[in-house]
């Protein structure tokens, strides 16, 4: 048994906490939400996040930074994104530090473009990084749906430290090395999964939707190469697999926000609607300036910062795509840069 610190109680840090439970390990939940962590305590079940499911036993909650840290060596970050920079910093001000960290929110900052691999090595060089993502709707892992992900880290005993830790009968873990490729794949589906709900709120059909995330899957080999990623990554479970569980299932934040733009309705009204996060709504005004940065195309992710950002309907946008010149379906001298 090893002692774990998860940092964030939404919804999926909450799946990440009990599956670890699961798995005979000593888990303690850090939640800046003081109702939720009094009621993990007290009943052990989260009612802001996935309520109607009972956590496993040696989950523990608490308010307190500074205790989730002392907790364990092992941290897990699963905070909203645009929160990461805050809370790695705090804990860094307090001199408080890990042996092993871990990332599984997805997303990039907006201010600096950067992922959360980038911002965690600004902050503390000194500690091993690894990232967990891949086709894993908490809503379903909770319930002990078979789920497989991959945790990759640049030092291989380091993804394979994870692994041991969050591998499971119905959690199966693969590693890889590929930090940016996961990252990436992880952060650009969600504007995909907000385009796809888009087009399934206005009745466009399957091959609408087919032809949509084709080319989303596109656009994020066309980032991907500029940052870094490896193609294999982005055609396994951190891209493939992700994009598709996201585009397609109505679990997801990001495709159930589109439904409700595609309906007609304003961001801050859809965005009420959901009432959690949905990171491709952040993500996507830093694709629009990684687009700028790297001189690549991506008009599926400009469409959707265009409908969320600028008042363009979907309806005009979608006509926009559909009228684009013809081209190559991948141009030549795209893959790969790096």
């Known amino acids: 048994m090893a002692k774990l610190s998860i940092f964030g109680a939404g919804s999926w840090g909450t799946a990440l906490a009990d599956t670890a439970a699961r798995n005979g390990h000593d888990v303690l939940l850090w939640s800046i939400e003081e109702e939720n962590v009094k009621t993990i305590n ?9 309520n109607n499911h009972p956590l496993e036993k040696g989950i523990r909650a608490t308010t307190d930074l500074t205790e989730a840290a002392h907790h ?11 929160a990461v920079r805050e809370v790695i910093s705090e804990l860094k001000t307090r001199q408080l530090k890990p042996l092993h960290l871990c990332n599984a929110a997805k997303g990039f900052e907006i201010s600096t473009m950067s992922r959360i691999s980038e911002i965690a090595a600004e902050i503390m060089p000194e500690v091993p990084f690894s990232v967990i993502s891949g086709p894993s709707h908490a809503e379903e892992v909770i319930q002990r749906m078979p789920t497989a992900v991959v945790v990759a880290s640049e030092i291989e005993k380091e993804a394979l430290h994870w692994q041991e830790l969050m591998n499971g009968p119905v959690f199966r873990v693969y590693t890889g090395h590929d930090v940016a490729g996961v990252e990436v794949g992880a952060a650009v589906k969600n504007v995909i999964a907000v385009a796809s709900g888009m087009a399934h709120a206005m009745e466009l059909g399957d091959n609408t939707t087919a032809a ?3 080319r989303g899957l596109a656009e994020i080999m066309r980032l991907g190469a500029k ?8 055609a396994g479970l951190a891209g493939v ?20 733009l595609g309906k007609g309705k304003s961001l801050e009204e859809a965005k009420k609607e959901l009432g959690q996060v949905a990171e491709g709504a952040y993500t996507v005004k830093a694709m629009v300036k990684l687009a700028s940065k790297y001189k690549v195309e991506l008009p599926i992710a400009q469409a959707v910062n265009s409908i969320l950002y600028q008042g363009v309907s979907p309806k005009e946008k979608l006509k926009e795509l559909l009228t684009r010149d013809p081209k190559p ?8 840069s790096k």
Not at 42 to 50: A, D, V
Not at 72 to 82: A, G, K, R, Y
């Open 212 to 214: 949509l995330v084709s």
């Open 227 to 234: 940052m870094g990623a490896h193609p294999l990554t982005l």
């Open 42 to 50: 007290e009943s052990g079940f989260n009612p802001g996040y996935l």
């Open 241 to 260: 697999g992700d994009l598709v569980v996201t585009c397609y299932s109505f679990h997801s934040r990001n495709f159930r926000l589109g439904m409700a």
């Open 329 to 336: 379906e991948y141009p030549p001298n795209i893959y790969w």
């Open 72 to 82: 364990s060596e092992n941290w897990l970050f699963v905070v909203p994104t645009q």
